[in-house]
């Protein structure tokens, strides 16, 4: 079946550090690729997303490239900030309004 | 702009209670779902709907029902609470079956059995 393995957390980095969050999936077909990110004490909201192989998902200067061959979808941000601080899901779309999510990574940003 | 709203924010049950969490949407989506997220395991599929009157189980169904007489309304019931069931529930909606469709998120419902 689908799944989604993404790097364990916590994250801990210094302002301005250099971020990657590693996820990789298992599916049949192509499915559609998300990054979710949940602020503390809200619910999710889209990050980015990636439709088909070799798309680049970006927001908020965060970036995830759809790699087919790898089935990787890893999150990477050049400079992060205090605000940058949640829970980041990789997930990928299924059928159905399902949507299959990884454990979570917790980031923490250190000013 | 409400978008998806769930209430309660919070909830003490005690074991064998039962209760409904509500939630509601107001962006005419077709397709709704209910989510808990427990440490280490991410979000996993409660129910799903895929429009008013249709219904369907997802991963993790035991010990909840689910209805649609609405298309803005989907609520979730516990029947008999257990301290399994200690929580954060998600409700989400979405526009339509199409593989890049974004999933809107409630605030969340924290659950406690006790």
């Known amino acids: 079946g689908n799944s989604v393995t993404q790097m364990e957390g916590p994250v801990t980095l210094s302002e301005e550090a250099f971020l990657t969050i590693n996820c990789t999936y298992t599916?049949?077909?192509?499915?559609?690729l998300f990054w979710y990110v949940q602020y503390p004490g809200e619910g999710l909201q889209l990050l980015l997303k990636?439709?088909?192989?070799?798309d680049k998902g970006s927001n908020k200067g965060f970036e995830a490239t759809y790699r087919k061959e790898t089935t990787s979808f890893h999150l990477e941000k050049g400079s992060v900030q205090v605000s940058d601080s949640a829970v980041y899901f990789c997930a990928l779309y299924s059928s159905a309004s399902k949507i299959i999510f990884g454990s979570g990574t917790r980031l923490s940003i250190r000013p | 702009n409400a978008g998806v709203t769930q209430t309660p924010k919070f909830q003490v049950l005690k074991t064998g209670q039962s209760m409904t969490l509500q939630c509601a949407q107001d962006?005419?989506?077709?397709?709704m779902s209910w989510y808990r997220q427990d440490p280490g395991m991410g979000l996993r599929l409660i129910h799903y709907?895929?429009?008013?009157?249709?219904?369907d189980q997802g991963e993790v169904p035991n010990g909840y029902n689910v209805s649609r007489s609405t298309t803005e309304d989907f609520p979730l019931r516990l029947l008999s609470a257990a301290p399994s069931q200690t929580s954060v529930y998600f409700c989400a909606s979405s526009y339509g079956d199409n593989k890049g469709t974004e999933a809107f998120f409630g605030q969340g419902t924290r659950l406690t059995v006790v």
């Open positions: 599916a049949t077909g192509y499915p559609s």
């Open positions: 962006m005419n989506h077709e397709y």
């Open positions: 709907s895929v429009g008013a009157g249709i219904t």
């Open positions: 990636a439709t088909k192989a070799d």
